[in-house]
């Protein structure tokens, strides 16, 4: 049996007072979709930076695919796609401009593309269907397009762990169709995908398991098991209502 | 033609057109980053909190830049600090900070015998550049010039995108720190040419300028350097016949062909987009007609 992809133990980190993971822990196997389910400030982003290295949690251990954070990311083994508010939509940079920045940690000292580079962004964006588009301005694309230009990103780079921080938010129901499948297709090569996502009616189609985060893994499983309204409400805090109501 | 040459007889010309032309390029280039990162605030504090390191750095006779890079990096240390560790929000925190460490660079002028040559840090004195001044500006030009121009990518990575920097193993706080000390090391340069008062507009209208006109980043690193040093050999020759402060004309003549570009922008311009969408309206008429 390989490492695990993803294996986040006994994670807490706080930010100043406030905590953020406390005592997190949870595991993905490679090549498999796990969706994140949380409300805000439940901890996901926070998740993730823990998994890219960029937080020191206070406790507990990160390993990728068996290796430290830090060594997976310098292999180029972690792409991420930010959500769009992270993004500036009008920064100067063409569709190819961004997917060459996923080839940056595998080119020399001033990151001078190389035929094997271009070549491999060339075939990323076929892979995403905007091969037609590499000389947009990134800000001219659909909701859809841009994460898709994000996606290519990671895989020109080799991702083996693909990070997504809310994938479907301003999508519309086509291009979620669409990124689904792209990202289905993906894992089927090997490429293990973790996705935090509000939506949830699109969780069943995309994952093969879902968490239910709030500060700490409440529930980890097969999608349709974390989806229940009961389980759902313990994520999102409706059972403190609920109990309201009836007393 | 004689309008051109004339001034060029001088030697104080010739080198304060070099001289200028030179930190213009070099300011252009670095303000690309600082535009789009949202840095002019910061490239306006650092380029005034150099100014003790500048003084004292002349009184104990070391080179300029040296005083300016330790200056730079304590405002922008003192601004984290104040930042962090207080209520106060960032622009204040960088007002306060830039504010009290130029106060400090003039009353320490002002403590220091032989005034004139300090003075002219504040206002700039192109036609006053000496040779060793030409030779410390060319020198340090070169260098940041060529870092930016090297590192172009990453640094634009970082002012993209400094998670997916951090995700594929570099480190955005080592390519923003490279970043500040370049805008300390381009401080120092312009410093000789418009003063410390006005290299914030050599910091920064250049690359909003270029930002205006092309949605390339790799075109604005032309666009902005050639526009600027063009600005400012006009600038100096505008200075020249109305007899009027170089730097400062070297600034306006920046500013007008910002506004300019603002207005008639075919991409960006207020003026220019209705004049282009006025102009396919026309066509699709003739065209369906």
Known sequence: MSAPAIAVDNVTVHYGEVLALDAASLTVDPARICGLVGMNGSGKSTLFKVIMGMIKPDAGTVRIGGQSPSKARREGGIGYVPQSEEVDWQFPLSVRDVVMMGRYGHQGFTRRASKADKAAVDEALDRVELGGYAGRQIGQLSGGQKKRAFVARGIAQGATIMLLDEPFAGVDKRSEATITRLLRELAADGCTILVSTHDLHALPQLCDEAVLLMHKVLMHGPPERVLQPENLAMAFGLDVLNRKEAG | ?289
């Open chain 2, 1 to 289: 033609m004689e309008l051109l040459l004339e001034p060029l007889s001088y030697d104080f010309m010739v080198r304060a057109i070099v001289t200028t032309a030179l930190a213009a390029v070099v300011c252009a280039v670095l303000s690309c980053w600082l535009v789009l990162i949202g840095w002019s605030l910061m490239g306006d504090a650092v380029s005034h909190a150099v100014l003790p390191g500048v003084v004292l750095a002349y009184i104990v006779g070391a080179p300029f830049a040296l005083g300016a890079l330790v200056f730079a990096l304590i405002a922008v240390t003192l601004i984290g600090v104040v930042r962090n560790t207080s209520r106060v929000k960032e622009d204040a925190a960088i007002g306060i900070v830039f504010s009290s460490l130029f106060a400090l660079g003039l009353v320490l002028i002002s403590v220091t015998p032989s005034q004139t040559d300090l003075n002219h840090i504040i206002f700039g004195n192109l036609l006053g550049v000496s040779i060793p001044d030409l030779i410390q500006v060319l020198v340090l030009g070169v260098v940041a010039f060529a870092i930016l121009i090297l590192k172009r990518r990453d640094l634009t990575l970082y002012a993209f995108d400094p998670t997916h920097a951090h995700a594929i193993g570099l480190s955005p706080q080592r390519l923003g720190a490279l970043l500040l000390g370049l805008l300390a090391l381009t401080s120092v340069v312009a410093l000789q040419t418009v003063g410390v008062v006005l290299v914030v507009a050599m910091l920064i209208i250049p690359g909003a300028t270029a930002y205006l006109l092309t949605d390339r980043f790799s075109r604005m690193l032309v666009i902005a350097p050639v526009v600027s040093a063009a600005c400012s050999i006009t600038g100096i020759y505008l200075s020249y016949y109305l007899d009027t402060a170089s730097g400062a004309m070297v600034v306006l003549t920046q500013g007008v062909v910002f506004a300019v570009v603002y207005l008639f922008s075919p991409r960006q311009g207020l003026i220019g987009t209705r004049l282009a969408k006025a102009r396919r309206r026309k066509a699709a008429v003739l065209a369906a007609a």
